[in-house]
């Protein structure tokens, strides 16, 4: 077992002579919760039923607990919080209300067990080509899905990271997909933003 990787040119160097590039894992599958149910269901006396329902139910109590603003630690996993931004620009504390504050992510940092257990990793580089490889309709579906499942909207630089995509590809997808009626664009054209449209990929506030 090893984790692969490919580099990818940064960001800020394109369209400069100043060539850059870092490594990011390569992916070839999205394991589920089911698959991860499976897993522990044979390594335990635990049934696949028993797992689901504690994966589920943890998942529900990690909201509620941060949704009251605590710090939710899960030994041998990591450390959970809550971000918060502000709708304007703050120039003095007192001028801004609590309806002008909103959630914005969730913070993760991994127990240091968890770190020294992936740094004995084997890391090889990918045999594959991912800049090139397609994605079929089918796993873009299914990304934005299992994504929209967790939040309300999706940058560019967001579904490029969940799809593993280069910049140029991913702007090409989400093109595509609003011209389907799957997405549409809630913001500027410059900084597009991104909401499931017609019925698809339903979000975490419409559940």
Do not use: W
Request: charged letters at 30%.
């Amino acid at each position: 077992m090893s984790i692969e990787y490919e580099f990818y040119r940064n960001p800020n160097s394109e369209g400069t002579n100043k060539k850059r590039y870092h490594a990011r894992v390569i992916s070839g599958n999205r394991i589920s919760s089911d698959q991860i149910a499976k897993e522990i269901q044979r390594e335990s006396s635990l049934t696949i039923a028993d797992v689901k329902a504690v994966l589920i139910t943890l998942g529900t109590k990690l909201a509620q607990h941060l949704g009251e603003g605590n710090k939710v630690h899960l030994e041998g996993i990591g450390s959970f919080q809550v971000n918060l931004q502000c709708k304007e620009e703050v120039r003095t504390p007192h001028a801004i209300r609590s309806e002008n504050v909103e959630f914005k992510s969730i913070s993760y940092r991994a127990d240091n067990e968890l770190k020294k257990h992936l740094k004995k990793q084997k890391i090889v580089r990918s045999k594959n080509k991912p800049h090139s490889m397609p994605m079929t309709d089918e796993a873009i579906d299914q990304i934005l899905t299992e994504y929209f499942a967790t939040n309300e909207t999706l940058t560019r630089r967001q579904f490029q990271f969940h799809g593993m995509q280069v910049k140029s590809t991913a702007l090409r997808i989400l093109k595509k997909l609003v011209e389907e009626g799957k997405l549409k664009n809630v913001s500027t054209r410059q900084n597009p933003v991104y909401m499931p449209d017609n019925g698809h990929y339903a979000t975490v506030a419409e559940k």
